[in-house]
């Protein structure tokens, strides 16, 4: 596969992997996860740059934290009252003159 070519899936792929989890969807964050592994991972790889295959572990990393961070919160309905609470510390700290 050409450079340029692989540069367009890698952005397709990222994407549509971002479009997907921007819309709350449980499958964008594991599209994201295949992205890195199946795609990003490869690349890095094949182009011999060890510091893409690095950032893709670490972003593998990060985005299995957020599906079950995503996946946590999703289990536990909020109400309206709790989530418009703040910590106590906030409350007040920039009325302050």
């Known amino acids: 596969m050409t450079t340029t070519a692989w540069s367009w899936l890698l952005f397709a792929v990222s994407a549509f992997g971002l479009w997907l989890t921007g819309r ?16 990003w991972g490869p690349y890095a790889i094949i182009t011999h740059q060890p510091g893409l295959v ?24 909020k109400t309206a009252a709790a ?3 703040r910590p106590a510390a906030c409350v007040g700290a920039g009325d302050r003159t």
Request: aromatic share 14%; hydrophobic share 55%.
């Open 24 to 39: 709350h969807l449980r499958a964008g964050w594991w599209f994201a996860i295949i992205n890195q592994v199946a795609v």
């Open 54 to 77: 690095a950032n893709s572990a670490v972003f593998v990393l990060i985005y299995a934290n957020n599906l079950r961070k995503w996946r946590h919160s999703a289990a536990t309905p």
């Open 83 to 85: 989530s418009d609470q």
